[in-house]
């Protein structure tokens, strides 16, 4: 079973719809639980990040994580053709040398039609 | 805001060629990561550095890859004779803090394509 995994879609929605993001899991020792947005031949960027079970929001996006389901979302309401681009889920795992490393989801691509 | 930025942007190498990727961290960042995405897959750790050592690497970290902080400043990976499954998108991730409150922060990457 691997680690993380996020269906890689593509998505496509029009303006305005809701656009629900999904990863599940199935190690337990993951630690933060990221959302990071990528556009084509970019570097990640860093959308929201959460610790514990239970919703985080910011403006028009919500990070929900559900530890025991092994289960974490990303909610974007109100969508825009800005919004377009590939969702990473990522997890943080700590390792020996003090540090963390993140075990990255394949990537959703999202497409937002005007 | 602050950022990673990376050096160069596109590099093209022939097949056992030495190539080194730059990074220039955050400053006050304390722990430095490689990552590479090949092309179509996952984003996968390749190394965390910290205080001058290597903290963790994967198995993708073999003899050939090595990193480096020089000068205090930049953050290197050296290739030390590129394959062509080496081809891929580098990034570099730089933190703040150590533990679990902060988050990386990734540069925009180097796209490495061996001949």
Request: charged share 20%.
């Amino acid at each position: 079973q691997k680690e993380v995994e996020q269906d890689p879609g593509p998505l496509s929605v029009p303006e305005g719809a809701i656009v629900s993001l999904n990863c599940t899991y199935s190690n337990s020792a993951f630690q933060y639980f990221m959302w990071y947005r990528q556009y084509s031949r970019k570097g990640p960027e860093l959308l929201m990040y959460t610790y514990s079970s239970g919703n985080k929001e910011d403006g028009r996006f919500t990070a929900q994580v559900d530890k025991s389901s092994k289960y974490i979302s990303l909610f974007i309401r109100d969508s825009q053709p800005s919004d377009s681009a590939t969702y990473l889920c990522a997890m943080s795992l700590p390792t020996q040398g003090g540090s963390e490393k993140l075990v990255f989801g394949k990537g959703t691509k999202l497409t937002v039609n005007p | 805001e602050p950022e990673v930025t990376q050096t160069p942007s596109h590099q093209v190498t022939q097949m056992g060629q030495e190539v080194i990727l730059r990074c220039v961290p955050i400053s006050n960042h304390l722990y430095f990561y490689w990552y590479r995405q090949i092309l179509g897959q996952k984003v996968e750790f390749l190394v965390s550095f910290y205080n001058n050592e290597i903290s963790e690497k994967s198995e993708i970290f073999d003899d050939q890859f090595s990193v480096e902080r020089p000068d205090g400043s930049n953050f290197t990976l050296k290739i030390r004779s590129t394959k062509l499954e080496d081809s891929a998108m580098y990034f570099c991730a730089t933190v703040g803090l150590a533990g679990f409150t902060d988050t990386q922060y990734f540069g925009p990457g180097t796209r490495l394509t061996v001949l």
